[in-house]
């Protein structure tokens, strides 16, 4: 098993800024790689950003140039760093873990409301 721990959502107005952070119980390099899904009222999860145990980042279309991904290895850690922040990023951030033999691991989720 695998504990996450994600802090860091909250309210904020478009144009702001958030910053995610999942602690894993793991290490970074026991498994394949961390990242965050959101899912937003009436619609399914989607993956926002990840990075591998190689080091390879991928991101959402719709993200991309706004979100970075990032990782403390030491601390078995990864962060979202969101900035310039729309109404439609609201969602239900969910930090995951994927293990060596396939498992995901999945945090509790952290709000995200971008409103005025």
């Known amino acids: 098993q695998v504990q996450l721990v994600e802090s860091g959502g909250g309210l904020v107005q478009p144009g702001g800024s958030l910053r995610l952070s999942c602690a894993a119980s793991r290490g970074f390099f026991s498994g394949n790689g961390m990242g965050w899904y959101r899912q937003a009222p009436g619609k399914e999860r989607e993956l926002v950003a990840k990075i591998t145990s190689g080091s390879i980042i991928n991101y959402a279309d719709s993200v991309k140039g706004r979100f970075a991904i990032s990782r403390d290895v030491a601390k078995s850690t990864v962060y979202l760093q969101m900035n310039s922040l729309k109404p439609e990023d609201t969602a239900v951030y969910y930090c995951?873990?994927?293990?060596?033999?396939?498992?995901?691991?999945w945090g509790k989720g952290t709000l995200v409301t971008v409103s005025a």
């Open positions: 995951y873990y994927l293990s060596y033999d396939g498992v995901n691991y």
